[in-house]
Nanobody
Framework: EVQLQASGGGLVQAGGSLRLSCTAS????????IGWFRQAPGKGREGVSC????????DYADSVKGRFTISSDNAKNTVYLQMNSLKPEDTAVYYC???????????????WGQGTQVTVSS
């Protein structure tokens, strides 16, 4: 069974940092892309970043470029999202998701984990 577990959220002041983790099981990690998405109160789902474990391609939303960094540790079946220079507008529930092969956050992801709450105070 495909399972994705997101962790690492919390409360941080503006300008601070958090590192989110997404640990996967139940599928061949190397053939999938892992994406991070977020949903803030009153907002729709927003793609944040993704990484393909097949070809190494990476995608970022314009709103997080230069602040967030995605990485993958294939030995641990884990993808990380390092979030620096956090802003109050980054406050959201963050979800990790998986799909076969391709990465871009604009396309459909098939498997979803539970979200982890990130709250950034002003």
């Amino acid at each position: 069974e495909v399972q994705l577990q997101a962790s690492g959220g919390g409360l941080v002041q503006a300008g601070g940092s958090l590192r989110l983790s997404c640990t996967a099981s139940g599928f061949t990690f190397g053939y999938y892309a892992i994406g991070w998405f977020r949903q803030a109160p009153g907002k729709g789902r927003e793609g944040v970043s993704c990484i393909s474990n097949t070809d190494g391609s990476i995608d970022y939303a314009d709103s997080v470029k230069g602040r967030f960094t995605i990485s993958s540790d294939n030995a641990k079946n884990t993808v990380y999202l390092q979030m620096n220079s956090l802003k109050p507008e980054d406050t959201a529930v963050y979800y990790c998701a998986a799909r076969r092969l391709a990465c871009p956050i604009r396309i459909q992801y098939d498997y979803w984990g539970q979200g982890t709450q990130v709250t950034v105070s002003s």
